[in-house]
């Protein structure tokens, strides 16, 4: 296993339950939301968002996992699989996508199989305003 293989298994950053955070996050790699979030989430990395996780921003990464609710734009580079507790509530890009039996998704879905594509919609979808710009403050009730 490489050294950037191993890179993508170990969480750099973590959102625990009962944890909130209000304002952007950027991630250098693998980012785990198990509580709520309000900022936009930009990772280099893997996201996981938990069943008890509620986010109100855009998120980005490349590898992500939807157990939880997300309102806003949702940018897998790579892949995007929704689990059956899942709620998105806004557009999906990405280039393969997984969804499971009984998640909502409320948004366009766009498959992207050619980098051209890939480029295009992604520069769209920047365009895109945040669903709420949010003061940056943190929060932790643990």
Sequence with gaps: MSVNNRKDFSINTIIGPDT?????VESGGFTRVDGNLRG???????VIVGEKARIKSNISGTSITIGGV????????ERLIILSTGLVLGDIVTRRIQ???GCLVHG??????????WAQ?????QAVP?????????????
């Design 20 to 24: 909130s955070v209000y304002g952007d």
């Design 130 to 142: 945040d669903p709420e710009p949010a003061p940056p403050v943190i929060q932790n009730n643990g």
């Design 121 to 125: 919609v992604a520069a769209e979808l």
């Design 99 to 101: 969804a499971d039996e």
């Design 40 to 46: 936009n989430l930009n990772a280099r990395g893997r």
């Design 70 to 77: 997300v309102y806003g734009n949702v940018f897998a580079s």
């Design 108 to 117: 366009r879905v766009t498959v992207c199989k050619t980098d051209e594509k």
